[in-house]
């Protein structure tokens, strides 16, 4: 039975899809087998994975909507054991299509449903904003990973979403766990980076990862060439911090 992970921000620019990304492939790495579903109608984990999205029909929209079977809109990669269920221009509209369908909040969990067999883990990556997008993600995950930028309003962000989640879980999906909040675009070298962090941790405790995820040019790049860091620079400090954080993730999930 797979574990189903949301990467959840209404903040864009905090690193949501580099984690979605990278952390799928660290996973896959580990021979976990992994499905990543873009739910982003700007599509950015469908190309940081090498897909020109004009080339492919499939998309999760049709998912969604009920008009397409989730297992043939699923694209392999170049990464083993990853897969991808991409994004389309379409979502953009999916806001709006979903305001009249019936059951509109678990589209997507039972539209997944009959892969939950196959793969050991399920990604979610979240466009950055409280939609029926992200709910639908939110109503099929067991877990949340927050990714949260080193910066000076990034709590007060954060606490808000922590409330939607809490909102989530008690009205549609009681299952719902934070798995973690992963700080991102860390830079030991300015003073802010470390007051953010100490608050996050002393907010958050255990919740928050040990690892952090460094700034990192490699990880920077990578997506241009259409791969994880893991498999363009498996040697850089960002590729090497989300192996950690996959490790992290199993033992989290594994009760360790």
């Keep these: 039975m797979a574990q189903i992970i949301a990467f959840a921000n209404q903040k864009g620019g905090v690193g949501k899809t ?10 896959a790495a580990i021979k976990k087998r992994v499905l990543l579903v873009d739910l982003d109608s700007q599509g950015n984990a469908s190309t940081g994975l090498g897909f020109v999205r004009a080339a492919h029909p499939q998309s999760v ?5 009920g008009t397409a079977n989730a297992t043939d809109n699923i694209l392999t990669t170049a990464v083993p054991e990853l897969h991808l269920m991409p994004s389309s221009m379409a979502l ?9 369908i019936e059951n509109r909040e678990y589209r997507l969990r039972d539209a997944l449903a009959p892969l939950y067999d196959y793969y050991d883990y399920i990604l979610l990556d979240c466009p950055p904003a409280l939609g029926f997008l992200t709910l639908n993600a939110l109503t099929t995950a067991n877990n949340v990973i927050i ?9 007060e962000g954060v606490s808000h979403l922590v ?16 798995l973690g909040v992963l700080l991102t675009m860390y830079d030991k070298r300015y003073g802010q980076t470390r007051d ?9 405790g255990d919740a ?24 363009y620079d498996f040697n850089s400090v960002g590729a090497q911090a989300y192996l950690r954080v996959a490790t992290e993730v199993v033992q989290k999930l594994q009760g360790e």
């Design 18 to 27: 580099t984690t979605a990304i990278n952390l799928g492939a660290s996973l």
């Design 61 to 65: 929209y049709g998912v969604i909507m």
């Design 92 to 100: 953009a509209g999916a806001e709006v299509d979903l305001l009249d």
């Design 147 to 155: 990714p949260l930028q080193c910066e000076f309003y990034a709590l």
């Design 163 to 178: 409330n939607s989640i809490r909102e989530i879980k008690n009205k549609w999906n009681p299952e719902l766990e934070i």
């Design 196 to 204: 953010v962090e100490n608050d996050v941790r002393n907010t958050f």
């Design 208 to 231: 928050v990862f040990k690892t952090v995820i460094p700034r990192n040019v490699r990880v920077s790049e990578a997506p241009s060439h259409g791969k994880p860091a893991l498999f």
